[in-house]
């Protein structure tokens, strides 16, 4: 089956510029937990996926209760968890509508780094099936570039919202 490759969101023709920061890792993330829906601030598109019946639970908990459904949660991202969660392609769409949205200028988010896969996967094209692909630190930035009708990304360190300053950067451009 070929892979599925939703269509790029497309920049706005302005400038703009997304700073995608993930919290620290808390308690119930070391353990495995799933969220439930966190909303983002000034971002509604943004927000944590619901994970229906599956939400605040431990991930290990919910395998051994629902296997199949944690396969196929994890390898087709059209599934959507039991009890209303949301699909990982519907994740994906729904980030990139958010995208289509901003207004030209600069943004600043903290998402969880579900929500940071699928907007790379969004914004770049990126075939669904590579969601689970990305992997996403606690506390980092993600940025993305959008102008001229296309997205870029910018992989940065830790906390860097600006990137380093090209006067003092060493080594080639």
Do not use: K
């Not at 089956?1 to 997304?18: E, T, Y």
């Not at 920061?21 to 119930?28: E, F, K, V």
């Not at 944690?70 to 990982?88: F, H, K, M, N, Q």
């Amino acid at each position: 089956m070929p892979p599925s490759v939703p269509p790029a969101a497309p920049a706005p023709q302005g400038s703009v510029r997304l700073f995608l920061a993930t919290p620290p890792l808390d308690p119930d993330a070391s353990r495995g937990r799933f969220g439930r829906g966190e909303p983002c601030p000034g971002h509604p598109g943004l927000a944590g996926p619901a994970t229906g019946r599956w939400a605040g639970r431990e991930l290990e908990e919910v395998a051994a209760e629902d296997p199949e459904g944690i396969r196929r949660w994890l390898t087709d991202p059209a599934y959507e968890p039991p009890g209303g969660g949301e699909s990982v392609a519907a994740l994906i769409t729904r980030t990139g509508a958010h995208l289509l949205g901003l207004a030209p200028g600069r943004h600043h988010a903290e998402v969880e780094p579900i929500v940071v896969r699928a907007v790379v996967v969004a914004a770049l094209a990126l075939p669904a099936e590579t969601f689970w692909r990305l992997d996403v630190r606690p506390s980092t930035v993600t940025t993305l570039t959008g102008r001229s009708g296309r997205w870029n990304l910018l992989l940065g360190g830790p906390g860097q919202q600006d990137g380093p300053d090209p006067a003092t950067r060493s080594g080639p451009n």
